[in-house]
DNA sequence: GATAAACGTTTACAAAAGACAAGAAATGCT
DNA sequence: AGCATTTCTTGTCTTTTGTAAACGTTTATC
């Protein structure tokens, strides 16, 4: 199952074969029922992870609702990346709404890569550059656009998701309720 | 006004004297009056630019109206990300609304870098790591907050920018209209 | 220093979204 | 298959925000 990390990467650095293996030493493969929570409330993380397989989200507890501020499919990259970085406690979790396949690398051996492995900075950079892209545009669509537009954004960009997602979930990540969510949808459907 | 940069950069990555070298080699100072334009609608760019000194903010146009997506000040780095990073033409502007003092680096001699400075990936890396938490909290303000929150969560952070940009300009930024932040301000006075 | 432009606030009215509650439909579990 | 839970929709009422326009004030510019 790593080779499907490498197809991955190999898309930003060439590593060879022997960095490959170093690599390999550190990843672990993980193999979970729907509902874990990789991360938990106001727990530290020291790993990140790559989703193999399944379908995870993000969400925040507000006035103790669940608002959800990712939703991920295969082949990327989730972490509670303010904990991960800073060493405090996550305010985010990160739940399988699947049964999902992972591999999960840990802090501290990424920090020992970075001086093994000469392409990994810049592997860390490319993605951080493409990660930085999309949530530049999913800000963007926040300032620029109105509930039913990035509702309409996010079918558009991602059609298959809303079959694996429950409505609701949607429905805080687009900021408005559920209720609002299931009017927008009436709304359009009404138009076609 | 070099030394000013790699004041920063040294909170990063250490260069050493031959590395700042080079760096210091390709970055071009500038001095720009209020009003410029870095970056134009609709057109490509190839450089990024570090603040020295001054305020600059990015802005889409959206039905004809300016909307603000970004408000940055002294000791950070600045870009039409993507257009830099796709070659696509811009849909961001980036205007400075006092004078300005920059330095300057071409995409082409970053790339270049890459090569020839082994800590620059490094460094990029770990700006990217901390521009992409800044990015998550906007976002995450966005999905969790109410304009008043996101308002208040501006002003704690950052208390001087207000004497600097005008406040329609904050509007547009915290998702809302000048008229709607109005009525926030006099709630908030109100209440204090 | 005069004039124009930009800025901030306020008002009335319209549109959109939230809160709350009820009920129908779909799904999961054993 | 049957029961419980979750999910989705709908209705009514309230709150918030947007739109448009007016007005006084500040700031720029010549």
Request: net charge positive.
């Amino acid at each position: 199952m790593k080779e499907q990390f490498f197809v991955h990467t190999d898309n930003y650095v060439k590593f060879t074969p022997a960095e490959k293996d170093l690599l390999a030493a550190v990843l672990t493969f993980r193999k979970v029922n729907a509902k874990t929570e990789l991360v938990s409330f106001d727990k530290r993380t020291d790993q990140l992870f790559f989703l193999l397989k399944g379908c995870i989200r993000k969400y925040y507890v507000k006035d103790g609702e669940q608002i959800t501020i990712h939703i991920l499919t295969e082949n990327n990259f989730v972490s509670a990346f303010d904990s991960l970085m800073t060493g405090s406690p996550s305010k985010e979790v990160i739940e399988c709404l699947e049964p999902c396949e992972l591999l999960t690398l840990k802090k501290a051996d990424l920090e020992t890569l970075y001086h093994q492995i000469p392409g990994m900075n810049e592997l860390v950079r490319k993605l951080l550059e493409q990660t930085l892209i999309q949530f530049q545009q999913a800000l963007t669509s926040f300032i620029l656009d109105n509930p039913e537009e990035r509702y309409k954004k996010l079918v558009a960009k991602n059609p298959g998701i809303l079959q694996r997602v429950p409505q609701h979930m949607f429905a805080t990540y687009l900021g408005i309720t559920a209720t609002s969510l299931s009017r927008i949808r009436k709304r359009i459907l009404a138009k076609a």
